[in-house]
Structures are given as structure tokens and as C-alpha cells.
């Protein structure tokens, strides 16, 4: 039985004018830079101005959004798999009125089911193409095999780095990986950390110079994030720095950053990657 939200929700959708979804993906090289904190928090800024926006937990199982969220998900993916389940259903509320969908047990599961069932999950997924104004992937941990699939799909891959010597290497392993698997997709670094706009913009600048001398890859650059003590005490109260102190600088510098971002002109305009159905599909190729 389809309850009396779900068939609004439903019916709100279909009113709504059919508008570009733009995928995005954030990674890193290293771990621990940043991913999920700049994920959530980005996703609410840009809830604050407007901008639909559902966050997509791809993490192997690791949940770390509902623990920076302090919510238990009643749904994930994977209940796309059961006959009643739509993605209306496994579309969990989270603070700020953030869409989110957790990834459950992780995508390495998703390469093992059978045809039939990896393509009822993925056409279940379609929906949301012209809900949503960005879907915002949140990888996991270093480099995986789900992670570069995921990259190799989007139209956008948001590259999370910090000043450190380490990240940046590996900030430009991926670089390097993507040029050569697909340079179609677009790179944009976010640099988190940073003890001050000057220490951010140099360490983009030197990834830029980098990436256009070796490879001819131009590099931009989403913004930079104030390495703020507010971030870790809003993870200690599960909250989102956004929302447990708006006034922070980390929380100013996501907002700068959802300035640049909505000011970009939106990935699916300009190429013909086909939005959600164009990255699913490719996606699906990648699984195969
Ligand atoms: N701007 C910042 N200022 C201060 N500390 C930060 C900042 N960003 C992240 N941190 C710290 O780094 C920790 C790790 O952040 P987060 O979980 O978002 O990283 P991640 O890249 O998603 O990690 P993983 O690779 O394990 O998924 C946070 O708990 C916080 O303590
Ligand atoms: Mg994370």
C-alpha cells in the first residue's frame, strides 16, 4: 500500500518541471581529508539557497553520514531490491531537510547480483533525474575500485585535498588516473584545511601547475575550507557544522563555496553525458 505522502511526493515530482540534475562526486586521495564533513555540509548550503539537493552515501558500509548526522537510516539501497520498494521510500530526512540515501552494505555487493536485479536497481534509481539539482556522491576512503567507477561516470568530480605534502600526491594519483581513463570529466579541487585563503590558493595552484605541465589537464578550483575547530566539535555533537554553528569560518567558507558553485554553469548543459540516466548507464558498464 503506497501511503498518502508518497503519492504526493510522487505527484509533486511529476508537477515539477523536468531541470538538469548535476552529478557530482567527491573524492580524495588520501582518506580523512575531509570527504563527508565537505559533502553534508556543502549539500545543506546549498539546500539554504534554494538548490534540491540529495546526498548519496557510496562509503563501503562504513555510514559515515548518519554518524555526522546522528540519524540510523531505516532504508538503503538495497531495499530497491525488495518488490514494493521505490526510491521515494528509501529516501531518508535528514537535519536541514537534507535527502539522503544510504549506501548500505556497499557497492562491492552491487557487483556481485545478477543482471536482472543490478538493472531493477539502477532503473529504480531514475526518478530522481529532474527531482533533484545535484546529487552529491560521497566515496569512501582512498582510492577503490568503486570510488574510480564512480569518478569515471559523473560529470563532476569534486577532489577534496588538504595543504599536506601527502594528500596532494595522492590528490594527484587520481588526477593522473582520471586523465588517462577519461578525461572528459571534469576535476575541481576543494582545498580543506587551509590555515588561511593564501596557504589554499597556493596548494591549488601548485595541483593546477602540476596536472597542466605533465598532462595538459586544466585543474579548477571550487574554493578553499578554513581548518576550524568547529568542525570537529560539531562531528563530536553528530551534528552539521552548518547548522551547529552557522557563523563559524569553516561554515563561511562553504557557504563562498556554494557561491562558486551555483555560479558555474551546471555539467549536464554543457556536455550530453545524459544526466542521472547517462551516469547510470555508464556506471552499470563500469560494474559489468
Ligand atoms: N575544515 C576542517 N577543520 C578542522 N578539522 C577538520 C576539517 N575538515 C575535517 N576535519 C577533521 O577531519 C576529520 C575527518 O573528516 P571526514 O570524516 O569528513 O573525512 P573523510 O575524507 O570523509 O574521511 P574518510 O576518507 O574516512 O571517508 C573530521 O572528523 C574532523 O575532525
Ligand atoms: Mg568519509
Known amino acids: ?72 537510516p531505516r532504508h538503503n539501497l538495497f531495499h530497491l531490491l525488495e518488490p514494493d520498494k521505490t526510491v521515494w521510500d528509501i529516501l531518508e530526512r535528514g537535519p536541514g531537510n537534507l535527502e539522503f540515501i544510504a549506501g548500505g552494505s556497499g557497492f562491492t555487493q552491487i557487483m556481485q547480483l545478477e543482471d536482472a536485479k543490478l538493472d531493477r536497481l539502477f532503473s529504480q534509481l531514475e526518478p530522481l533525474h529532474g527531482y533533484a539539482d545535484t546529487i552529491i556522491f560521497d566515496t569512501g576512503a582512498g582510492v577503490s575500485k568503486e570510488s574510480i567507477r564512480f569518478m569515471l561516470s559523473s560529470d563532476e568530480v569534486i577532489l577534496v585535498t588538504t595543504p599536506e605534502p601527502t594528500a596532494i600526491t595522492d590528490a594527484y594519483a587520481v588526477i593522473k588516473m582520471i586523465h588517462s581513463r577519461n578525461p572528459q570529466v571534469q576535476i575541481r579541487m576543494v582545498i580543506n584545511r587551509a590555515t588561511s585563503e593564501r596557504e589554499g590558493r597556493a596548494t591549488a595552484d601548485k595541483l593546477a601547475m602540476v596536472a597542466k605541465r605533465f598532462l595538459n589537464m586544466e585543474i579548477g578550483t571550487l574554493g578553499y575550507i578554513t581548518d576550524d575547530p568547529h568542525v570537529s566539535k560539531a562531528v563530536k ?6 547548522l551547529a554553528y552557522p557563523e563559524s569560518q569553516a561554515s563561511k567558507s562553504i557557504r563562498k563555496l556554494v557561491g562558486s558553485y551555483l555560479n558555474h554553469a551546471s555539467a549536464p548543459e554543457r556536455d550530453s553525458g545524459g544526466g542521472l540516466r547517462g551516469f547510470l548507464a555508464k556506471l552499470k558498464n563500469f560494474v559489468r
Open 1 to 72: 500500500m503506497r501511503d498518502q505522502a508518497e503519492q504526493l511526493r510522487e505527484r509533486m515530482q511529476q508537477n515539477r518541471k523536468a531541470r538538469p540534475t548535476r552529478l557530482i562526486t567527491v573524492s580524495s586521495g588520501k582518506g580523512g581529508v575531509g570527504k563527508s564533513n565537505f559533502s553534508l555540509n556543502f549539500g545543506l548550503g546549498l539546500i539554504e539557497r534554494g538548490h534540491k539537493t540529495i546526498l548519496f552515501d557510496v562509503d563501503l558500509g562504513l555510514a559515515n553520514l548518519d554518524v555526522l548526522m546522528g540519524i540510523s
Open 237 to 242: 555533537l553528530q551534528r552539521p557544522f552548518l
